[in-house]
């Protein structure tokens, strides 16, 4: 690569980085006002703070709201309830997007291959949690119920390991369970143990009995960025979790170092992800998480969290710390009654 081709690399992502930055919205991280940026990213960047009470901005730039209510990619709506048998923090922004990318989901190279080298990933950490408390449920028999389940990449690997007795795996979108369940009828192997249901979580009844019907394992992988308010969504969730089970996630924190690396670097330069897949305004960090569960609610412990990184032709690895500043997994377990 000579000097001239490096220069233009660097012009061009000069230039993405300012057109992003000039565009994109900032979500407030200090009560009482939103620092809104008045410049791109150079030597004369700015901030200026605006009161909370100020009027409402204009479509293109959603209002910033805390981990509480997160906006939508639109412009802003009422929102009902969580009382309201209506209410959902499905986002139909979201549902369209995932739904055009549904046919490709099971393709290793496709737009979904960063998910299928997250897999191995995800079990590890399920893994480690378990182990981690020594009076655990037995390690055979497992439930799982895998929300948000998408294509069923987690789901099909979940339903294949020895120690699992079920698993549960639900979809608002009936474009991508399609595919999903066509990929699932080529092993019959499966037809015992994966059940997919077209539902969203408000929509799914709650166990009755949470130490019969429970699930000892809830996963919602990649998903909690994507709903329209995600303290309201984990507070549907975690009924399902048995007693002594564990809710297990994945998401993004929302840095300034994530931004650069999901937004401008994976969708816009190395496109190894489908632009608009991400929506920083809606990623959450590690701290809000462990206030909304340890904090806010009762009858949660053991918090667990696993920072990773991928690494174009590397994968995925677990990099101790990397968990403030972009993608990591995280844990919660629901105590014994």
């Known amino acids: ?113 960063i998910l299928h080298l997250m897999n191995p990933l995800r079990h590890d950490f399920i893994q480690s949690c378990r182990a981690s408390v020594p009076d655990s449920s037995p390690d055979t028999g497992l439930r799982y119920l895998d929300i948000g389940c998408g294509g069923g990449i987690f789901a099909e690997s979940a339903a294949r390991l020895a120690s699992t007795s079920s698993v549960t795996a639900i979809d608002p979108s009936p474009e991508v369970l399609a595919v999903a369940k066509a990929h699932a009828r080529r092993d019959p192997a499966l037809a015992s143990k994966l059940r997919y249901q077209n539902t969203s979580v408000e929509a799914l009844p709650i166990p009755a009995s949470p130490q019969q019907d429970g699930y000892d394992i809830v996963s919602v992988f990649e998903v909690v960025e994507h709903v329209a308010n995600p303290a309201a969504f984990l507070d549907r969730v975690t009924p399902f979790v048995r007693p002594g089970g564990w809710l297990v996630l994945s998401t993004i924190a929302r840095t300034w170092t994530s931004w650069l690396t999901t937004n401008v670097i994976a969708e816009d330069l190395l496109r190894i992800v489908p632009r608009g897949t991400h929506d920083w305004n809606k990623y959450i960090n590690e701290d809000e998480l462990r206030v909304h569960f340890l904090e806010s609610r009762t009858g949660w412990a053991e918090p667990r969290c696993m920072g990773v990184v991928y690494v174009p032709g590397v994968g995925w690895r677990e990099v101790s710390g990397s968990e403030k500043i972009g993608n990591y997994f995280f844990a919660v377990r629901r105590l014994p009654e």
């Open 1 to 113: 690569m000579g000097p001239h081709t490096t220069g233009q690399n660097a012009r061009i992502l000069h230039r993405t980085i300012r057109q992003r930055a000039l565009t994109k919205p900032v979500r407030s991280i200090t009560p009482g006002c939103t620092p809104v940026a008045t410049r791109g990213l150079s030597s004369s960047t700015r901030c200026r703070f605006i009161p909370i009470a100020s009027p409402s901005p204009s479509p293109q730039r959603p209002a910033f709201r805390s981990f509480t209510s997160t906006p939508s990619r639109g412009a802003e709506t009422s929102t009902p309830s969580s009382a309201d048998p209506a209410f959902t923090t499905v986002s139909p922004e979201e549902v369209s997007h995932f739904n055009a990318l549904a046919s490709s989901w099971w393709d290793p190279q496709g737009p979904s291959r």
